[in-house]
């Protein structure tokens, strides 16, 4: 990150200067939230979503918000004007703060705010866009409240290292049989012409792509239900792809792991994908004017 500038409590910085404290709950427990906010033509997309969910998140684990989301959306704009972001992303990240390690915590404490930016090349998606990802499916070994965006993500990246193992770009998580989501994304499946995904529960992250796609979905009348489906379901549907701000609306082509499938990129996953990328055109010229 270097000459680049990065966020310290509400001020932007340069990088190589924030001071890091070994007693931050942040390290000690991940006790924190963050979020990731896509940049498209220097335009943060969706990121009153992503920052009425960073509240969310925070109430949930009763941390102090050292400001309110509008200096948050603020200082998310700063990070990408100081560090000329065309396309890419913002992370900014919250800890409860600094204080003798104690499982135990204080209400109120200092939050500790973090952030960076960076380019990120439109290629790579577009590529597995276009052709699709490879997937693993496995167990679901995460703790039980998958809502909150935390800093504790050891279930996340076990499952995607595991995914990448077997040459797969994304792990796909079921709990005795029930697919709740990706490691790092939501999962949807189409059954003759129907579209459904995991339920906005405890057990999955609520992510803002798939909120916004669930809403395409509606708007060019294909019918969704936000229930659960098994492993057999997935198995036996006709499309299925993926979501996250990083990935958009990502065909999956291969199952592999506990169960093995292959999959065409159907007709439905296209149109979300054209519908996707109509909403980001909207998103820019919205905040041009
Ligand atoms: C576990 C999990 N589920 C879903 C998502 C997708 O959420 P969003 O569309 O808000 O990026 C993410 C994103 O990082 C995630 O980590």
């Given at each position: 990150m270097e000459n680049s500038y990065v966020l310290y409590h509400d001020q932007i910085i340069k990088s190589g200067t924030i001071p890091v404290d070994p007693e931050d709950r942040g390290y000690l427990f991940g006790d924190g939230i963050y979020e990731v906010v896509f940049v498209y033509d220097r335009k943060p997309f969706a990121i009153n979503e992503h920052f009425e969910r960073f509240l969310q998140s925070a109430n949930k684990l009763e941390l102090?918000?050292?400001?309110d989301v509008s200096t948050f959306k603020q200082l998310t704009e700063e990070l990408i004007t100081k560090n000329n972001i065309v396309n890419g992303m913002v992370y900014v990240q919250m800890t409860r703060g600094v204080a003798p390690r104690n499982h135990l915590y204080e209400r109120n404490m200092q939050s500790v705010v973090t952030g960076f930016a960076k380019s990120v090349s439109l290629d790579s998606i577009e590529k597995s866009q276009s052709q699709g990802i490879q997937t693993y499916l496995t167990e679901?070994?995460?703790?039980?409240?998958?809502?909150i965006k935390s800093l504790n993500l050891l279930g996340n990246v076990m499952v995607k290292r595991r995914a990448a193992d077997f040459d797969c770009q994304e792990a796909i998580q079921h709990r005795d049989g029930t697919v709740t989501e990706g490691s790092s994304s939501n999962v949807f499946i189409v059954k003759d012409g129907k579209l459904k995904t995991h339920p906005?529960?405890?057990?999955?992250l609520n992510g803002i792509t798939r909120q916004v796609v669930l809403k395409l979905a509606e708007k060019i009348q294909v019918p969704v239900t936000e229930e659960a489906f098994s492993a057999e379901e997935l198995l036996e549907a006709d499309e299925v792809f993926i979501t996250s701000t990083t990935m958009e609306v990502t065909p999956v082509v291969k199952l592999k792991g506990d169960q093995e499938q292959t999959y065409k990129i159907g007709p439905v996953t296209k149109e979300l994908q054209k519908q996707f990328k109509h909403q980001i055109q909207l998103n820019s010229s919205a905040m041009k004017s």
């Open positions: 102090a918000m050292p400001y679901d070994i995460r703790w039980l409240r998958c809502d906005a529960t405890n057990l999955i």
